[in-house]
Structures are given as C-alpha cells and as structure tokens.
C-alpha cells in the first residue's frame, strides 16, 4: 500500500494557512497604503518608494528577511509585530552520508523498521515588542502536525513486511528572548540575539508500533518538544541598497539540561544568506541556510533502537538548502505577506535516517 500523500491531499494540508494569510493581508492592506514612511526620499518616476542616504528602512518590501527566516530586525520603541507562519517539510527516502538506501539495505544493518516518508507542518506565531531604541523583545510558540510513514520487516523472509503510519500534533517548545542592537552604520546594521526554550511541548507522544502495542513511545522526529532547557545565541547582520537589500544570521543552540529520561538531543548550528530585490510593493529572495544538528547524547531507554528513526545515533545531518521566495508589501511599513520554497542542494546524514525532499513557507506580518 501506497502511503505517500498526493498532491490533492497536500494542496488540503496548506489551504486553510494559505487562506488565513490571504484574508489578512486583504483586511489590512487598504489603510496601510495611506502610511507614509519619513525613512523614504520621494519616489521616483515609477512611483517606487527610494531610501534615504542617510538609514535603513523595513517600510519597503525587502525591508525584512525572507518569511522562513524566523528573527531578522527589532521593532520601533513601544511597537508591536505580530507574524503568523506555515512552514511544511517533506521528508523521502532514507539516505546514510549523502548516499540513498533502499529498504533492504535498512534491514541488511540489523533494523526492523524503516522510514518511509515523512510530513511536518509546522503552524508558527510570535509577536515582537520595542522595548527601547537598542532592546527588542521576541516569543513565539509552534503549534506541530506530524506524519511517519514506516515499513516493518518480515520476520518470515527479511524482507519488507507491513506498512504503517505514525502521527503527532500539539504545540511545541515556548521560546522567548531579545535583539540587541549592537550599532548601526549608515545602510547597515548589527544585532546580537539571546534566545531560551522553556519546555513546554511534549516529548512523551506515544502511539501503535506494530509489535510494539499502542502505548508505545513515538520515535525523535514525532516528538513535539525538546524537554529540555535550552539557549541559542545568534548574531544578525543586515545591509540595504537603492534597490536590493542583503542579510546575514548566525546561531548556536545549547541544550542546558537533560530530560527526565537522561538524555538530551545535541547541539544545533544554524547559518543563513539572503539577497532581495525591491519591485514595488514585491521582493523576490534567494537565501542559502546550513544547518548542522549533532546526535543525541544518551537515550531514551523506552525507545527501541531497531527502529531506524527511534535511534539516536542516527540523528546527526548537516543540510545546505537553496530557498526561492517573494514578499508582498502592498503598504510599505503596513502588513507584509511572502513565502519561500527550498530544496537541498547537499545533505550528509548519521543515517539510516530520511533526507529532505523540499520545503515551503508562507505567512503574514502586522504591526501595531
């Protein structure tokens, strides 16, 4: 049995955020086309709001990174921005390093149970608060729908046995810190980003494992929270052009504590480039993001390590991604909505493990 969604099934998945960011954007977009922006010079021939020489503005439609960067700027004293997003992943096929496995070979290495395939989607809000000129304070909380799709090897032959699926949802993990505006220099600016993750999202989602009954604990990647406590330093840089604007983001994560089980997941490094260009009230991007997530260091004991996603030596991957995407800020400094779409361009995994096959976002930000 064929278990993959199709295309109807994940046009359904992403409808209702697609139409939620659609209905905002539409509400918001007519009295935000009368605000002006002090930042800009006055137009040019086309009517195309042009930068002032003297600062950096986010009142134009580059003015902020591409929508699946989640932390670019701070906010104005006393301002409020609010940012809903959908982010969906589509895992296939299983790799080890950058080679593919079949589902034989997954067996050959002395596992029961392969993955398939894998959905997450990811429904993302958070808000941001102006706290003064330097200081810009964030949260945000995930709300995870997730979806395995495994194969249990035949105890008769060795070969491939009975297919299921495995799901989760709930929210994840609460994160919250601030931006802190190192300096600013003419079209160019710094930040430094402190981040903690208080956790508040669930690791011990359980589920029906064949031969393994209904109580059983779903492996790492369907679990929504971290359970641990964890802090993520970043530094952010980003310039701006008459027509283009550029960024540069870097971070670490450090997880501080161990779960009730006695383990923790490992480290994560994350580094991202973008470019974007402004045509009017739209702004396409291009972006590079790598990625570099370690194994876990213990295990969760409830978990049985012959199945391949449940065992944490296998979750170690380092991924560089291309990312498309296009902006639309029909009133400058008003609401702002966009998405991305991505794909790997280089993965090496601690496999057995499934590899990405794309990526895609989309979303709305407002201000107040």
Known sequence: ???????????????????????????????????????????????WPVLAEWGWTNGRADGRAPFGVGLDDGVGVGDLRLAYRYF??????????????????????????????????????????????????AASLPFYDRTLDAVQQDPGSGGQGETFNLDSSGNGDLRFGTLYLIDSWGREKAYFTLFGSWPI???DQRGNIPGQGSGSVLPFALQLGTGTVDVTPGLVLLGQAERHSWGLGIDNTFRLTETDQDYRLGGRSEATGWLAWQLGSLAP????????????????TRLDPTFASANSRHLA??????????????????????????????QSLD????????YVSFGVQFGF
């Open 285 to 300: 991007s291009a972006r590079l993001n790598f990625v570099r997530q370690g194994n876990a260091h213990g295990t969760d």
């Open 88 to 137: 969906a992943t589509r895992f296939e096929g299983v790799m080890d390093g950058t080679s593919d496995l079949s589902t034989q070979q997954v067996f050959d290495r002395g596992f029961t149970i392969s993955p398939l395939s894998m959905t997450s989607a990811t429904h993302h809000f958070s808000l941001r608060y102006g706290l003064s000129e330097d200081y810009t304070l």
């Open 351 to 358: 496999g057995p493990q499934l590899g990405v096959e794309f």
């Open 201 to 203: 999202g669930s690791f």
């Open 1 to 47: 049995m064929d278990l993959r969604p199709s295309a109807r099934q994940l046009l359904a998945t992403t409808a209702a955020p697609a139409a939620l960011t659609l209905a905002v954007v539409t509400l918001c977009a007519a009295s935000a086309r009368a605000q002006n922006d002090e930042w800009f010079d006055e137009p040019d021939e086309r009517g």
């Open 317 to 346: 991957h380092r991924r560089l991604d291309l990312l498309l995407g296009l902006a639309f800020a029909p009133g400058g400094t008003g609401p702002r909505a966009g998405f991305e779409f991505g794909v790997p361009l280089y």
